[in-house]
């Protein structure tokens, strides 16, 4: 029988669910487009993890905060998968944006779906956290916020 949490034993280890990414503030140039060229990175903003299950309800939510240097990590604890493949964070976790504290850079972007939703990435990462241990890692975004005021786009002559 499959252990029903995220840390799911395997072969004698503990494996936990670990998501992370990046939160931009994008660079006007770039407004309305999915660049991130020019970006800087916004410390203390704000993203949800929100999985669902495969009768698509909401079975984990919670929000993370960016470092210093726009980067978020967050351990899943307490998620819980039933179903091996349809519960998998793969398949019913997504990251959302939330809130920005840069007064300056404070709208919501769909960059990467940061609005509605970034499918996460399997980069083949783990981590050793001792005692048998392993966490797993799956990669959202980049995500970007933007400027309030950025001047409309230029059309192309």
Known sequence: ???????????????????????????CMHYGTRSL?????IAAAKVSVI??????????YKTFETDA??????????????????????????????SSPRGNCNVMSDV???IHGA????GDKRLSKGDGEEGVVYAAGP??????????????A
């Open 1 to 27: 029988m499959a252990h029903p949490y995220a840390s799911v034993p395997t072969g004698g280890s503990v494996v936990e669910v670990i998501i992370e990414g990046m939160v931009y503030c994008q660079n």
């Open 37 to 41: 060229a020019g970006a800087e990175p």
């Open 51 to 60: 999985c669902r299950n495969y009768k698509n309800r909401i079975t984990y």
């Open 69 to 98: 240097v726009g980067y978020f990590y967050g351990e899943l604890k307490g998620f819980k998968m039933v179903h091996p493949v349809l519960d998998h964070p793969l398949q019913g976790c997504h990251v959302k944006l939330v």
């Open 112 to 114: 990467n779906k940061g």
């Open 119 to 122: 499918s996460l990435s399997y």
């Open 143 to 156: 995500l970007a916020f933007r400027p309030r005021d950025c001047p409309l786009p230029k059309a192309h």
